[in-house]
């Protein structure tokens, strides 16, 4: 699977949007950018994913650059909920089958929402 | 709806003790997996099954067993614990594999 580049952490006010950026410079044709978070103590938490047009849900908006080397994840309005470490991972999509099927988190940025 | 179900959430085990973590989902989904997770490790699968009646090894199986009961339930098992396996252990599921995975909440497993 490509590599992901996130920052290592970032704020933003309650209320205001967050937009955690990704860069997956070597990402190939079949490759989709999934978005993951994980709240202390909790599972991860599938948020959102796309291939290469921009993609929006009841949890946030998926950003992905024409080039595809890079995407933005977008928490409209962020909550103290939110408060969470963000994974991006580029994987292939639907027609992945075999060993590899695990699930590659890095170190993920850690947004803190603050009041 | 409960998604993905785990029991049980913290478990306590003498060395050599063997045990049984439980997971169930009720979302109709064809595959399931078991992560393990470690402080600075990130998620590393141990096993999954791409459908019922199929299960393969993850990249970290060595120390465990599976069991794809039905369609809903797979469960991972310890013959003999070793406290290398103390972990957080979640099972994950996913319509088809390549599609999100959905998670359960997790079992903080201790091997003293």
């Known amino acids: 699977d490509a590599k992901t580049t996130q920052p290592t952490s970032m704020d933003c006010a309650e209320g205001r949007a967050a937009n955690l950026p990704c860069n997956h410079s070597t990402i190939s044709g079949n490759e989709y950018v999934y978005w993951y978070r994980q709240i202390h103590s909790q599972g991860p938490q599938y948020i959102i994913h796309g291939l290469k047009n921009n993609e929006t849900n009841e949890m946030a908006s998926l950003i992905i650059t024409e080039d595809r080397k890079s995407s933005t994840l977008i928490l409209p309005h962020a909550t103290l909920r939110d408060t969470a470490v963000y994974y991006c991972?580029?994987?292939?999509?639907?027609?992945?089958?075999?060993?590899?099927?695990?699930?590659?988190f890095g170190k993920g940025i850690t947004l803190s929402v603050r009041p | 709806n409960a998604g993905v179900t785990q029991t049980p959430k913290f478990q306590v085990l003498k060395t050599g003790q063997s045990m049984t973590l439980q997971c169930a989902q009720d979302?109709?989904?064809?595959?399931m997996y078991w992560y393990r997770q470690d402080p600075g490790m990130g998620l590393r699968l141990i096993y999954y099954?791409?459908?019922?009646?199929?299960?393969d090894k993850g990249e970290v199986p060595n120390g465990y067993n599976v069991s794809r009961l039905n369609k809903r339930e797979f469960s991972l098992r310890l013959e003999s614990a070793a406290p290398s396996q103390t972990s957080v252990y979640f099972c994950a599921s996913s319509e088809v594999l390549g599609n999100e995975q959905y998670f359960g909440p997790g079992t903080r497993l201790t091997v003293t």
């Open positions: 979302m109709n989904h064809n595959s």
């Open positions: 099954s791409a459908s019922e009646g199929t299960t």
């Open positions: 991972i580029v994987r292939p999509g639907l027609s992945y089958t075999g060993a590899n099927s695990k699930l590659t």
